[in-house]
């Protein structure tokens, strides 16, 4: 089975603070995503991945940005954290194609205060 | 216009009912998803379809791609199956996808 894991569950972080949320997956997948997920919002795709050092916009990039150094991992990073980036933050990965099905992590659920 | 629209929003069952859940959507795609998260949990992948029937367990997701409308039916529903269900859909040349809003579902004992 593929594993997708998130380095946190729970994370609780200050205004203007930097903070990195670390996926991993293990099924040697190419593409890999960072979403956000807000009641009453759904899923919304924050920046993706296809392949080592790639990286692709995603809906709602904003104050975010990403970095993919190793195949199997996929970092999210808030350079200066605000309160409205508390939400459920979910990383996905697939393998190579247009149709592949996505597997997700736990989610961390960040709290800036 | 949301371009992947579930409905009903919210759906309260009682144990053992048959239930269906709907997802409509407004642009060409090359696949449905069907996802399910349950409380405080991550998201599990329950089907990925293209066209027609595809059946796990009590699970039934059907798809028609002329009306741009799938559904996923629970028989026999279980207080276990007690979760939001998400429809998301692959449109592009990547496996990015677009997602419905989801639907809460709960089933009674």
């Known amino acids: 089975d593929v594993k997708v894991t998130q380095s946190s569950r729970y994370l609780v972080k200050r205004t203007g603070e930097k903070v990195f949320l670390e996926c991993v997956q293990d099924m040697d997948h190419e593409n890999m995503f960072w979403y956000r997920q807000d009641p009453g919002l759904g899923l919304r795709l924050i920046y993706f991945s296809y392949d080592v050092k790639m990286k692709e916009k995603g809906d709602i990039p904003e104050g975010y940005s990403v970095s993919r150094e190793k195949k199997e991992r996929f970092s999210l990073i808030l350079e200066s954290a605000s309160t409205n980036q508390t939400s459920m933050y979910l990383c996905?990965?697939?393998?190579?194609?247009?149709?592949?099905?996505?597997?997700f992590g736990d989610g961390t659920r960040l709290s800036i205060l | 216009k949301n371009e992947v629209e579930q409905s009903p929003q919210n759906l309260t069952a009682q144990e053992g009912e048959f239930i269906t859940i709907n997802c409509s959507y407004s642009v060409g795609i090359s696949a449905l998803h069907w996802l399910q998260q349950h409380p405080g949990g991550g998201i599990v992948s329950l089907f990925m379809?293209?066209?027609g029937k595809k059946k796990h367990g009590r699970l039934i997701a059907t798809i028609n791609i002329q009306e741009k409308h799938s559904s996923l039916h629970i028989t026999a529903s279980h207080p276990r199956d007690s979760a939001v269900y998400i429809c998301a859909v692959n449109t592009g040349a990547n496996s990015k996808l677009t997602f419905g809003k989801g639907i809460t579902l709960s089933v009674r004992p």
């Open positions: 996905a990965s697939t393998l190579r194609g247009r149709t592949q099905p996505q597997h």
């Open positions: 379809l293209s066209s």
